[in-house]
């Protein structure tokens, strides 16, 4: 847990509650945690969620590991405490977007369990979902569609996750859901979990 170095606060709580908001927004508030390799396809089933939810007129916000690097997160690279403190604070905004009622994506390696736990225990009521997009490391590395895993088996690349011993990919143990991206397109894995949230209520207020 991050140390808290300001002692001079207060934390503040809003008139207007997430229940208000997920009332006004006619669904639930819940953080879709889209975990797995790279080049699992994390980001484009993510992106498809997003589109079918907001084509029904549901709120909904996307975290992508690459554009959080780019801004909040850029002063973080790809050591075990970096990748910590990234998955950490990433949680923190996703938790903001909880409180304004936002069906929250993001899509994040974030391969180690303790970090998600720790964003998991975040949410008290339930609000966290896991997903596992379970791909193989033979297919991830078939797709690369940035030439990442060819670059980290030449040695160009450091603390590459899955191919670099010292950056294992810890597997969820117990996820919400797990897709099945070594054998389903990413429409079918889409609906798998648009399927999930309607079963759990959540697309309703």
């Not at 001079?8 to 006004?24: E, G, M, P, Y």
């Not at 889209?34 to 993510?46: N, R």
């Not at 160009?156 to 070594?182: H, M, Q, R």
Request: proline residues 3%; hydrophobic residues 40%; charged residues 30%.
């Amino acid at each position: 847990m991050a140390e808290q170095k300001a002692t001079n606060v207060t934390w503040h709580d809003h008139r207007v509650s997430s229940a208000d908001r997920q009332k006004l927004n006619g669904h639930k508030v819940a953080v879709l945690w889209f975990t797995g390799l790279s080049a699992s396809g994390k980001s484009t089933v993510a992106n498809t969620v997003d589109h079918k939810l907001h084509a029904i007129g549901k709120h909904t916000y996307i975290l992508d590991g690459d554009n959080i690097r780019m801004g909040l997160n850029k002063n973080l690279g790809f050591s075990a405490d970096d990748r910590t403190e990234n998955i950490r604070r990433i949680g923190e905004v996703a938790k903001l977007f909880a409180d304004a009622g936002v069906i929250a994506l993001t899509a994040f390696i974030s391969p180690y369990r303790a970090d998600r736990d720790a964003v998991r225990a975040l949410f008290p009521n339930g609000e966290f979902h896991e997903i596992y997009v379970n791909a193989s490391l033979e297919t991830c590395e078939k797709r690369d569609p940035k030439g990442l895993y060819k670059k980290a088996r030449a040695g160009e690349l450091k603390n590459f996750t899955g191919i670099d011993p010292n950056s294992p990919y810890e597997a969820p143990e117990k996820a919400e859901l797990v897709l099945d991206a070594n054998n389903k397109g990413i429409d079918e894995l889409a609906d798998d979990v648009i399927a999930y949230l309607k079963g759990k209520g959540l697309l309703d207020a």
